[in-house]
């Protein structure tokens, strides 16, 4: 396979394999994935699993065709990428090994030598001329072991990433690459996302056309879509709104409990419901599921004191894999004496920003009249939001909603006749009650402060704490006039036709605007409410809570210069000029603090 003019495809497809690391169910095999960059001098790109020696080799001698390769580069030691490098340097024994010096640790580890002649030791930052590229090592310790490293090639615009952007399936299986993407990812990757996170912020910094992995297809279309998706796992992000039922059953009742659970979310406008039977379903499916789906609903019965074995291996591999910021939901079964609830709720003590529902559901021994009116209860607290999120079910005179304005940051979207549009606020203050008005205060210099003028209306989408940092970024960091905000968002529509985040709000208001103030750099728009819903009772993002909560510490150590303090970006340098806008979130110099 040609990956360019002068880059050649030499991996092998494994049909052969049932369980991948022992333990993935693989229906459609693996790829072990390993290229030749031919340039004046020739680099490969790691090697395969230990029982595709000769293809490999044979592989790569037909892309060199006569030539000798002067370098082996090992991103990952992993023995389904590096069984191979002592044959390689047997067949080829001019050839030097580049890697980290971990990775040279490991090789003495697996191979009884670390090829100290012809080892080149790179570690972040370092470079390596083949004449007409270069190519540049980016460390990536922990994605997912610690000596791994991802290779740029500046010539051709390539991305070596070593397991990153991985699915499982062999090359020459015909499927979609998102969902076993997300299974490998999950599973293998799923632990490590505050490292990948840091790669992804490095990778940000490189022009990337093609992205070559060690398992999986070679990426060239479409890039921002996985690079999304990336970002997505990697923040622990619900990527599609919807709730997982996981649950265990020995005599059938939990099972009927769940059935009718799923039956009532569905009537309730729930987007998607999925049901997960634990002792027969792919355990990997089922935690992919958890981190896929925004809420989670955990069934099971009481067992030995503490929960049945499935429910708790299934629970294990969510904590194992840093599981969080998800509505959790919980059910139990008990004949005597019910635990299930108490043990899995302590289980799941170690992740973050969990938040379980006020409805637990008691079962004893089988549904009852209690029971079943619990889960009525659960079914109408999981699916607030959705009702309130549908013109048909939602309450459009909940004027609780003016409880949730604070001193906090909203998103204010309008429409321009062409597209929608949105940005971050944070002036949005209630000033009369009879009737009720809401000020919302907006600098003039933003492109939504000439839609709402032109238009008088606009919704005020009152942020909650699970807002991530990508929410800011998308509504406060770009313009609205050369930016389309909601690119990777299908808003929902409230009922003066503007749009409303489908995600990470608690309420939002439509507003008719009825008198501006102008207040020379910024205008004052006085509003009635037009629509008011509430959303879930989550609780408001503040200005204090983003801040200590929510955006990223900056990387000031070692720099000197100023940093901005609304989104983070560091100017170095002795001086910061007075006209200065930052270049992320468009502040002036006033909200720059020297680094200390």
């Not at 690459?177 to 490590?192: H, L, M, Q, S, T």
């Not at 027969?280 to 049945?308: H, P, Q, W």
């Not at 079943?372 to 607290?381: G, K, P, T």
Request: with cysteine; glycine share 6%; net charge negative.
């Amino acid at each position: 396979m040609q990956i360019t003019d002068t880059i050649r495809y030499v991996g092998v497809n494994d049909h052969d394999v049932d369980l991948f690391e022992g333990q993935y169910i693989v229906p459609n095999g693996m790829a072990y994935n390993s290229y030749v960059i031919l340039d004046e001098k020739i680099a490969v790109m790691d090697t395969v699993d230990a029982r595709f020696t000769h293809e490999w080799l044979d592989h790569i001698e037909t892309a060199l065709a006569a030539r000798q390769p002067d370098y082996l580069i090992v991103q990952h030691m992993e023995p389904d990428h590096s069984a191979n490098i002592a044959n390689f340097m047997q067949v080829y024994p001019h050839a030097k090994i580049v890697a980290t010096a971990k990775a040279f640790t490991m090789m003495q580890q697996f191979f009884g030598t670390d090829f100290s002649d012809r080892k080149v030791v790179v570690g972040e930052g370092d470079t390596l001329s083949l004449g007409g590229r270069t190519l540049t090592f980016v460390t990536a310790p922990m994605v997912h072991w610690p000596e791994v490293m991802v290779t740029y090639d500046n010539k051709d615009r390539v991305l070596f990433s070593a397991d990153g952007f991985g699915k499982f399936g062999a090359l020459d299986a015909e499927e979609a690459w998102d969902c076993e993407a997300r299974r490998y990812y999950i599973g293998i990757v799923g632990k490590y996302g505050t490292q990948v996170q840091n790669l992804l912020k490095k990778a940000a910094g490189l022009d990337i056309a093609i992205i070559c992995p060690l398992h999986g297809p070679v990426l060239r279309e479409n890039l921002g879509h996985y690079l999304n998706l990336y970002h997505t796992w990697s923040s622990y992000t619900p990527e599609t709104e919807g709730i997982l039922i996981a649950y265990t059953s020995i005599y059938g009742h939990t099972k009927k409990a769940v059935e009718q659970l799923a039956e009532k979310l569905r009537a309730k406008g729930c987007p998607k419901v999925v049901v997960n039977d634990l002792a027969r379903c792919d355990m990997a499916e089922a935690v992919e599921d958890a981190f896929r789906y925004s809420k989670l609903v955990l069934a099971t019965t009481t067992y030995n004191a503490g929960i049945f074995p499935f429910m708790r291996e299934f629970i294990d591999h969510l904590t194992e894999r840093n599981y969080q910021n998800r509505t959790v939901a919980l059910i139990e079964n008990g004949s005597w004496a019910p635990l299930a609830a108490k043990t899995m709720k302590q289980m799941l003590e170690p992740c973050k920003n969990l938040t379980f529902t006020e409805t637990t559901v008691r079962i004893r021994s089988a549904l009852n009249e209690e029971s079943s009116a619990q889960l009525e209860a659960l079914s109408e607290e999981l699916c607030h939001d959705y009702l309130e999120q549908q013109s048909e079910t939602a309450n459009k005179n909940d004027l609780t909603a003016l409880f949730k304005i604070g001193y906090g940051l909203y998103v204010v979207t309008s429409n321009d006749g062409k597209k929608d549009n949105g940005l971050i606020v944070n002036t949005v203050s209630q000033v009369t009650d009879t009737p009720n008005r809401i000020a919302v205060t907006i600098n003039k210099q933003n492109y939504s402060h000439h839609v709402i003028k032109q238009t008088g209306i606009l919704n005020v989408n009152c942020l909650s704490t699970d807002a991530p940092f990508q929410v800011f970024e998308t509504f406060g960091f770009q313009s609205g006039r050369s930016a389309d905000k909601f690119a990777n968002c299908t808003p929902l529509r409230s009922d003066n036709g503007l749009a409303f985040l489908p995600r990470y709000i608690n309420a939002f208001l439509s507003l008719k605007v009825e008198e501006y103030v102008d207040l020379g750099t910024h205008g004052m728009f006085i509003c009635s409410v037009t629509e008011a819903r509430v959303i879930s009772s989550k609780e408001s993002m503040t200005y204090a809570y983003y801040q200590a909560q929510v955006k990223p510490k900056p990387q000031t150590a070692g720099k000197k210069g100023f940093v901005c303090k609304i989104c983070g970006y560091i100017y170095e340098g002795d001086a910061l000029p007075e006209d200065y806008i930052c270049p992320l979130c468009k502040h002036g110099a006033a909200d720059f603090e020297p680094i200390q």
